[in-house]
C-alpha cells in the first residue's frame, strides 16, 4: 500500500488561492468518495478540514475546498491567511477496511 | 465535550514492547470507531489500523499485521496500541483518533489524542 502522491511544498500570498493535489490510483482515490484531507500545524495533532471529497466539518471556513477527478483529489485554499501555513495531508480509503494518507505538503503564506 | 487523552513518552530499547493507551470521554465510547496514526520525526501520518470498540474486532495495515496489537477496555472506556519488537525506525509520535459517523470504520478523523512519542533507541 503505497503512499499517496502530494507535492512537497507550496506557497502563496495572502488573500490568493492555492490547490494542493492528492495522486492515487483507482484502488483508493479514485474508487470511493472517501477522501479527506488533515491540517497540521508544527507539534499538532491534525485537524480535519475536508471529508468525503467535499465537505466541510463544522466550523472550517469556506474558504477550504476539496473535488476530485480521476485518481486525483485537490484541496484548494482561496483567500490565504497566515494561519493556513502548515502541513497538508490527504487521506483516502483504500479498500477492504484500510487507509493510506498522503506523503504531505508544506505550505507557506508568503 | 470529546476528548482522547493519551499515555505518556515512552523510551525503549530495539526489541522492547510498548503498549499506548487512549483514555475516552464525552461521548459514547463503544458507537465509535478508534483509529491508530503515527508520524516519524519530520515525516508523514502513517495509518496503522482501527478498532471497533463495540466488537473488539480490529484490522490493521498489512505491515503491522503480526507486531502490532489493538485492543480495548470497555469498563473504563480506554483503547491501547501494542506494539512488539520495536526497532529505532519505529520512533514516531503515534496518535489515536475517534470516526466522525457512529458504527463505521469508513469514516474520517474528527477527534485526534495530542499524540504519545514513542523514542526507540539502545
Known amino acids: 500500500q503505497s503512499a499517496l502522491t502530494q507535492p512537497r511544498s507550496v506557497s502563496g500570498s495572502p488573500g490568493q488561492s492555492v490547490t494542493i493535489s492528492c495522486t492515487g490510483s483507482?484502488?483508493?482515490?479514485?474508487?470511493?468518495?472517501?477522501v479527506s484531507w488533515y491540517q497540521q500545524h508544527p507539534d499538532k495533532a491534525p485537524k480535519l478540514m475536508i471529508y468525503?471529497?467535499?465537505k466541510r466539518p463544522s466550523g472550517v471556513p469556506d474558504r477550504f475546498s476539496g473535488s476530485k477527478s480521476g485518481n486525483t483529489a485537490s484541496l484548494t485554499i482561496s483567500g490565504l491567511q497566515a494561519e493556513d501555513e502548515a502541513d497538508y495531508f490527504c487521506c483516502s480509503y483504500a479498500g477492504t477496511y484500510t487507509w493510506v494518507f498522503g506523503g504531505g505538503t508544506k505550505l507557506t503564506v508568503l | 465535550q470529546v476528548q482522547l487523552v493519551q499515555s505518556g513518552a515512552e523510551v525503549k530499547k530495539p526489541g522492547a514492547s510498548v503498549k499506548v493507551s487512549c483514555k475516552a470521554s464525552?461521548?459514547?465510547?463503544?458507537?465509535?470507531?478508534i483509529h491508530w496514526v503515527r508520524q516519524a520525526p519530520g515525516q508523514g501520518l502513517e495509518w496503522m489500523g482501527w478498532i471497533n470498540p463495540n466488537s473488539g474486532v480490529t484490522n490493521s495495515a498489512q505491515k503491522f499485521q503480526g507486531w502490532v496489537t489493538m485492543t480495548r477496555d470497555t469498563s473504563i472506556t480506554t483503547a491501547y496500541m501494542e506494539f512488539n519488537r520495536l526497532q529505532s525506525d519505529d520512533t514516531a509520535v503515534y496518535y489515536c483518533a475517534r470516526v466522525k459517523d457512529e458504527y463505521t470504520s469508513s469514516s474520517s478523523l474528527n477527534y485526534w489524542g495530542p499524540g504519545t512519542l514513542v523514542t526507540v533507541s539502545s
Open positions: 468525503d471529497v467535499t
Open positions: 464525552g461521548y459514547t465510547f463503544n458507537a465509535y470507531y
Open positions: 483507482s484502488s483508493d482515490v479514485g474508487g470511493y468518495t472517501y
